[in-house]
């Protein structure tokens, strides 16, 4: 056995660590060097997040948002901090994930809240002042001696979609105007071209000028554009006229309150429901957004008009997703443990073919589902020699969305209970057997306690998912069958779809009424996934 060297130049080697490479620092020998792809990635990321953030920068400093300019500026330094350096290297990868949980979840979750403590909606989506200039333009009549423009209808967008603009010229004055729901302002001479016949402008610099088809298209548009000046403001008298009227209107600061200068009523503030409110208890129709504490959440819970629908769709909403998780996860086993059986021939085909729902898009299938209901040429009907009208009546609609969603959904069920099936082994359920066990009582005591350790978590996910299922509904039933005095709450409706028309319906859009609703949505999802969670691994316990 010969001696380790030793001496200069020699390096006695401990085994399993290894020797230290002289001339560099310690932290740098942990280091990988970094590629030119690598280099050229970050460059652009960096690039793309230095422009967003001046991208962004601009809209904060001319809002006078100087918190939110700050957030910005410390969230780009520190972005640049970190991945410019070559430490911290766990927080190079969890930054990114934080960031986007915090853009698309947290934020969302925080903005829902804070519009289920206001009355944002229709008449109460701006400011107070917003509330008073639209009060004031809404009562402008013309009257004796007011100005009249030549008018021309134009739009610096699409001429069918984009906002309009008034093109006003002065036939006293020679003056041209361009008017918006912003305020009048006035434009160059040179930079538009004015007809001398009829004094209308024909082009400007900058808008798309519509022709009269195209205006007349729009009508209700141009109707509805009031451009407020200081005198009062300016409307369309037709296509081609304008002219600026006088508010009937008007705002008294002095005691807080409009005054109708032709009937001389009184509107005054009142700054907890956001409205100006008559003696007689009449309210404007334009208020403001205010925050009104807790009363959506008492108005959900306790005004007979809102809790009734709400309490109604709320047991229908645990009846589907709990009715269609159950009645797809039974069908799903009962055909997994049929295929799982020794003795089936061609199970490959037959699993197949019971995949097709599961491969087809659902959104397509819900549409030809709801077509198969139809009362007078449906297929359910003509097939069956039935006369049911599916959609007209609450209880044969709902059997109908539950069993579209058994069609939907045993696939999926099907899948992952034949993976958990595979998983089990099969002298556990051959051990039974040799004990006298039927195979009822196989299944009760073994196979189905390991599958329900093994799919509860997806059952509670399915569960969750039904439960705001809101595709279910609106390619089949668009919540109906209705009812002649609510036609905001159907028979189908969940509490995803009842949110949703409290927020765009036809009868006028409560934001923060649907914005409480949504509230009471996570919680219920969120309680009723944590009871399920805990009560999830205890079973694994008991089976592990």
């Known amino acids: 056995m010969s001696a380790p060297l030793s001496g200069p130049g020699s390096a006695t080697r401990t085994p399993g660590r290894e020797p230290a490479r002289p001339g560099l620092p310690r932290t740098a020998r942990h280091h990988a060097p970094i590629t030119a792809t690598g280099l050229v990635v970050k460059v652009v990321l960096l690039g793309l997040v230095a422009g967003i953030a001046l991208w962004a ?43 986007f949980l915090i853009a698309f979840q947290v934020l969302p979750v925080l903005l829902t809240a804070s519009t289920a403590f206001s009355n944002f909606g229709d008449g109460h989506r701006g400011s107070k002042d917003d509330a008073v200039v639209a009060i004031q333009t809404s009562s402008v009549k013309q009257v ?29 004055t ?17 930079a538009v071209t004015v007809s001398s016949l009829s004094g209308k402008i024909t082009a400007a610099d900058g808008y798309t000028v519509l022709n009269i088809g195209q205006a007349s298209s729009r009508s209700d548009a141009v109707t509805a554009l009031i451009v407020p000046t200081d005198d009062g403001a300016i409307r369309s008298n037709g296509l081609t006229r304008a002219y600026e009227g006088k508010a009937a209107r008007a705002y008294d600061a002095g005691c807080d309150c409009i005054r109708d200068s032709e009937s001389g009523k009184t509107w005054t503030a009142d700054e907890k429901v956001g409205s100006f409110v008559a003696a007689d208890g009449e ?38 997703a709990i009715g269609s998780t159950g009645f797809t996860f039974l069908l799903g086993m009962a055909i997994a443990l ?34 198969m209901f139809n009362t007078d040429f449906g297929l359910l009907n003509n097939l069956f020699g039935l006369d049911v009208d599916w959609f007209g009546g609450a209880w044969s609609a709902r059997v109908a969305v539950l069993l579209v969603q058994l069609w939907l959904g045993y696939p999926y069920m099907f899948l992952v209970a034949t993976g958990a099936l595979q998983a089990i082994p099969r002298e556990l359920t051959e051990a039974t057997s040799v004990d006298g066990a039927s195979p009822w009582q196989s ?71 649907a914005a409480t609703v949504s ?26």
């Open 443 to 513: 299944f009760r005591a073994v196979t189905l306690p390991l599958l329900l350790v093994a799919l509860s978590p997806l059952l509670i996910a399915s569960f969750a998912y039904n439960f705001n299922n809101v595709n279910a509904i609106l390619f089949t039933t668009e919540g109906g069958p209705f009812a002649p005095d609510n036609p905001r709450n159907g028979a189908t409706d969940l509490l995803i779809t009842y949110t949703y028309r409290l927020a765009f319906g036809a009868q006028g859009a409560e934001y923060g009424l």
């Open 174 to 190: 020679k003056e041209v105007f361009a008017g918006d729901a912003g305020g009048l302002r006035q434009l160059d001479a040179g």
């Open 144 to 172: 004796p001696g007011s100005t009249e423009y030549a008018l021309t209808i134009a739009t610096k967008g699409d001429p069918a979609t984009g906002p309009l603009t008034f093109l006003l010229s002065d036939p006293k």
């Open 338 to 371: 049929a295929l799982h059986s020794p003795r089936m021939r061609g199970t490959n085909l037959y699993r197949m073919l019971l995949i097709l729902p599961y491969a087809m898009p659902s959104f397509a299938m819900l549409l030809v589902w709801r077509d």
């Open 519 to 544: 509230i009471f949505i996570f919680a219920i999802v969120a309680t009723v996934s944590a009871i399920s969670f805990r009560r999830t691994r205890k079973q694994e316990e008991v089976y592990s």
């Open 283 to 320: 309210r404007l129709s334009q208020g403001w957004k205010v925050n009104v504490g807790l009363k959506n959440v008492g108005a959900v819970l306790t005004d007979p008009n809102i809790s009734g629908p709400f309490f109604g769709t709320l047991a229908w909403n645990f009846a589907f």
């Open 57 to 99: 920068a601009f809209p904060l400093i001319e809002a006078g948002h100087w918190i939110g300019l700050g957030v910005l500026v410390a969230t780009t330094a520190a972005l640049f901090y970190l991945y410019l350096g070559r430490r911290h290297i766990p927080a190079k990868y969890l930054v990114p994930g934080t960031l």
